[in-house]
């Protein structure tokens, strides 16, 4: 592991494997970079990986007040310890991220995106638009679990007696431990539509979804497709939003070669 400093003063972990051209992986909500290790570590086959931890999370450090504009920094940080432009790939929420970030003018040479979950207007209910002073008022109020739980029922959508399952999981103190950053992948997100500023990507993108993913995130995930310029997109038979690493890697690889 190593540690890169944001321009607010934020330090940020990452893990550096692998040789040759340089992929940066973005991590989606309610996890860190160790839920992209299994990819990393494919990719690193071919590729120098910087797998990342996002402020508020795993091994990096987190400032008082939340902006995305901190998590551009960030990756400002990542591309400046690769040392030139890289490839990067965002997962979820963190492929929100990725497409904002180079949009933004990041110094990206192609984007990879995994089902970014952009609703269009009628396909499933749109989260509130204020979800980010709700995961906020949660863990405000010590109720860190109550924040985790809501992203999984509300926002997610899973059914009960999984969340209820999850709550007695091993697992479940480490969703606590990050529920302040449900906020962040909130304040991405916005209000689940997909943002003007996709249409200015202008780095060769590819989105990726899942197979057998619900009707509403393949919906969306061609809207993102159709308004960024020149985007591609492929299908990875079989998966669903929680993608197997095995399955998704070869296709990245075609991807970024």
């Known amino acids: 592991m190593e540690k890169v400093t944001s321009a607010d003063g934020t330090a940020i972990a ?66 400046a310890a690769v040392g030139a432009p890289a490839c990067l790939y965002g997962t979820s929420s963190g492929a ?19 089902e970014p979950p952009y609703i269009l207007e009628g396909t499933r209910k749109r989260p509130p638009a204020d979800t980010a002073s709700i995961y906020r008022a949660f863990v405000a109020e010590g109720r860190r ?12 959508g899973l059914p009960a007696d999984f969340v209820a ?10 969703q606590e431990a990050i529920a302040h950053t449900l906020a962040y992948d909130a304040t991405v997100m916005g209000d689940y539509s997909i943002p003007a500023a996709a249409a200015t990507v202008t780095v060769p993108t590819r989105v990726f979804t899942g197979g057998a993913s619900e009707e509403w995130m393949k919906l969306g995930n061609q809207a993102v497709q159709d308004v960024i ?11 669903q939003h929680n993608v197997d690493p095995a399955a998704l890697a070869p296709f990245l690889k075609e991807f970024f070669a």
């Open 14 to 79: 990452y893990d550096r494997l692998g040789e040759g051209p340089a992929v940066v992986l973005v991590c989606g909500g309610s996890v860190d970079r160790m839920s992209n290790a299994p990819l990393a570590a494919l990719l690193a086959q071919n590729h120098t990986v910087y797998n990342y931890d996002r402020r508020g999370r795993g091994d990096s450090g987190d400032a008082p007040e939340y902006t995305v504009e901190h998590e551009f920094e960030d990756l400002d940080a990542i591309f």
């Open 229 to 239: 310029p020149g985007a591609t997109g492929r299908v990875v038979p079989d998966q």
């Open 165 to 174: 399952m999850a709550k007695e999981s091993p697992w479940w103190p480490a």
């Open 96 to 114: 929100a991220l990725a497409l904002l970030a180079t949009a933004a003018g990041r110094p990206v040479t192609k984007l990879a995106l995994w």
């Open 145 to 156: 679990d109550k924040a985790a739980e809501y992203f999984m029922a509300e926002v997610v």
